[in-house]
């Protein structure tokens, strides 16, 4: 009777190990598969300001301070406006101007630089076919490690 309970008392012991190990590997493997998800939406998101950067045909730096440039614009505006109805004049004015510029970059990046796009005129290809390539990949781990 003794052996038995011993037995029983072993197998339960062993079955509430092995539930909790298969717990943890799932916690961390889940852990895991979220940081390996994050990372390939950081490295898309710095592969595609890069090619944001050449298709406005500026380095990396060169388009941070360009970005820089114009939210100062924006500031000098608003702070020269003098009703509320010349503020909302001001923001309605950027943010128009900003979708047309995210339009037409974000068109070009989806492109890659392949091809014309919106009737635009034949222009040296900016997007490098390397990173072109480097987009592709990124969208894929994305597309794997997000699963």
Request: proline letters at 1%; charged letters at 30%; a negative charge.
């Amino acid at each position: 009777m003794k052996g038995r309970l011993i037995g029983a008392t072993v197998i339960v012991a062993f079955a509430g190990a092995l539930a909790y190990g298969l717990n943890t590997w799932e916690a961390s493997k889940n852990r895991r598969q979220e940081e390996l998800c994050k990372v390939a939406q950081e490295h898309l998101k710095t592969v595609e300001i890069q090619a944001r950067a050449m298709a406005a045909g500026l380095s990396v730096e060169g388009y941070a301070e360009a970005e820089k440039a114009e939210v100062g614009k924006l500031i000098h505006a608003l702070d020269t406006a003098q009703t509320k109805e010349e503020v909302e004049a001001v923001i309605t004015k950027h943010s128009a101007t900003v979708e047309a510029q995210v339009a037409a970059t974000d068109a070009e990046v989806k492109s890659r630089g392949d091809q014309p796009f919106l009737g635009q005129q034949f222009k040296e290809q900016r997007i490098t076919t390397d990173v072109k390539q480097e987009i592709q990949r990124a969208e894929k781990a994305v597309t794997t490690a997000c699963e």
